[in-house]
């Protein structure tokens, strides 16, 4: 009796022994099946590997001529399609410097910005600063005014939730005493600003900010985390006709693609610049694709503002076109 039972114990464990392994390969024949298919679907989806933003200088036609206020920047960007805004701080001058309480016309407007982008989902990426004096000047005390101009901005970009403000680098032509400058605005106002956790980005604008070797150098030197730049690939104008920063002829232009590949290992943004597109949609003035393949290369996964600056389309057109082409741009890598 003992050995009958013993018996069937042994042959009951063979069939659940047995079972159970069928059961197992199932599952995973199962799981790879899923495995397969998901890398399919990823692979499918082809999204690029940046994020698109708006930079609001696209609109700065309409804006200047009247016919966009530009408390409304969250509601247009949207309306194109956009997740993600760059502010540009000038536009707004006109809504609390010549008020009766300018302080609170300034907080008034930063929390209407605000209500708008929350209102329209947005996400709000950088405020570009300019008018708020020079952070390479020559002059301690000027040089001084603005870091202390710029912290006003720094500020707002916290209340905002933006991760950064980009600044300018104009200063002297004398490229030693440029970058010492340089050095010294930067480090001040990026000590300042690493206490409200907001980053400080250089953009290549003009006279030797546009010079790409020099921007590495002086990023080398400041040296903190939250000190970067936004290369934009359009703006490497080393001189003008009759020496103006702006509104003249390019007579001397730093090479596109190397100062790109020269100040995208710090980046933090970046902006398309864009100016003229032919009939197959490409842009006429810049290989698109060519900067794009160094971004991507750089590792970089950030924001990509779209920045259409042209004078043949309509601002909206030129968005949209921009938009278009970095879109498509980005499938090819």
């Not at 199962?30 to 890398?39: G, P």
């Not at 692979?43 to 690029?48: A, D, M, R």
């Not at 605000?114 to 952070?135: H, P, T, W």
């Not at 604008?205 to 290369?231: F, Q, Y």
Request: charged share 30%; aromatic share 8%.
């Amino acid at each position: 009796m003992n050995k009958k039972l013993s018996r069937f114990r042994i042959l009951i464990l063979g069939v659940i022994v047995f079972n159970l392994l069928l059961l197992s390969c199932k599952n995973k024949e199962a799981e790879n099946k899923d495995d397969s298919s998901a890398a399919i679907d990823s692979t499918e989806s082809n999204e690029p590997f940046f994020k698109l933003s708006l930079a609001q200088w696209s609109l700065e036609k309409p804006i200047h001529e009247g016919e966009l206020d530009p408390v409304d920047f969250a509601e247009k960007a949207k309306e194109l399609g956009f997740n993600g805004i760059e502010y540009v701080n000038q536009l707004y001058f006109d809504k609390y410097r010549n008020s009766e309480d300018p302080e609170a016309a300034f907080s008034q407007l930063l929390d209407t910005l605000k209500a708008k982008s929350e209102e329209f989902d947005v996400k709000n990426v950088l405020i570009m600063v300019d008018g708020e004096g020079d952070l390479a000047a020559n002059d301690d005390t000027e040089r001084a005014d603005a870091v202390e101009k710029h912290k006003r901005w720094v500020d707002a970009a916290k209340f905002l939730g933006c991760h950064a403000i980009r600044v300018n680098l104009f200063g002297s032509n004398n490229e030693a005493e440029w970058k010492s400058n340089a050095v010294k605005g930067l480090t001040e106002i990026s000590n300042y600003a690493s206490t409200q956790k907001i980053n400080v980005l250089v953009e290549n604008h003009g006279g030797l900010s546009s010079n790409g070797k020099l921007i590495a150098e002086v990023m080398e030197e400041v040296d903190l985390p939250n000190c970067g730049t936004l290369p934009d690939f359009g703006n490497f104008c080393l001189k003008r006709k009759d020496g103006k920063m702006w509104g003249t002829e390019c007579i001397e232009e730093y090479p596109v693609y190397q100062g790109v590949e020269e100040m995208i290992p710090f980046a933090k943004a970046v902006s398309a610049k864009t100016y003229e597109f032919d009939e197959n949609g490409k842009e006429t003035t810049l290989d698109i694709g060519r900067i794009l393949k160094i971004v991507k290369d750089s590792g970089y996964k950030g924001w990509i503002g779209v920045e259409y600056e042209g004078t043949g389309l309509e601002p909206e057109e030129g968005i949209l076109k921009t938009k278009e082409l970095l879109l498509n741009e980005a499938k090819q890598l």
